[in-house]
């Protein structure tokens, strides 16, 4: 990993609890821009060192999911092995960010997830896909939800970018994660 990623990703995670000039992006909404920054800069930057995901969570004191019902709730389905979670907010924004670890088929499969209400999902998307120079691999639509699934490279090593929303549903929810292939 690069020396600058840890730094990187301090004033990326720090952009997300102060107050911004409008962003010189094609994101029209800052805190569209705010979740792109907490995205790359916790999902991806730092990605898989989960210790450093957890000292910029205590530096910028998001508050720990700890309810068991609540981990239940937004958990993988398997329950997994090994993985945290936390909420942060940004101006009127909340952000729900996980980290953690699945046994796929004998094999460790990490992932780091952020959850939030972008105002554009459209660009907020599309802007991650770009910043990231990611290859779209998949696409659906199911049960009022989209999926969308793409590769790209972190450090020279391969990773995966998932998008989740509910936007054919009227929902402004996005799920965005990162994650190990299977089978790596």
Not at 9 to 33: E, G, Q, V
Not at 127 to 137: T, Y
Request: glycine share 8%; aromatic share 10%; with cysteine.
């Amino acid at each position: 990993m690069k020396p600058y990623v840890g730094f990187a990703m301090l004033l990326a995670l720090a952009a997300c609890d102060k107050p911004s000039s409008p962003p010189k992006t094609p994101l029209a909404d800052t805190a569209d821009m705010d979740f792109v920054q907490a995205f790359v800069g916790s999902c991806v930057q730092t990605f898989p060192d989960f210790a450093r995901i957890e000292a910029a969570a205590r530096a910028m004191k998001w508050k720990r999911v700890t309810d068991p019902d609540m981990l239940k709730m937004i958990g993988p389905a398997d329950g997994g092995s090994g993985w945290k979670a936390w909420t942060f907010k940004t101006g009127k924004k909340g952000f729900l960010l996980s980290t953690g670890e699945r046994d796929v088929e004998g094999k460790a499969l990490k992932f780091c997830v952020l959850i939030a209400e972008p105002s554009d999902i459209e660009a907020t998307r599309n802007h991650i896909v770009k910043l990231l120079n990611a290859k779209r691999e998949y696409s659906s639509e199911e049960g009022g939800q989209r999926y969308a699934t793409y590769s790209f490279l972190q450090d020279d090593k391969p990773l995966i970018l998932n998008f989740i929303d509910a936007v054919p549903m009227s929902m402004k929810m996005l799920n965005v994660s990162t994650m190990t292939p299977p089978g790596s």
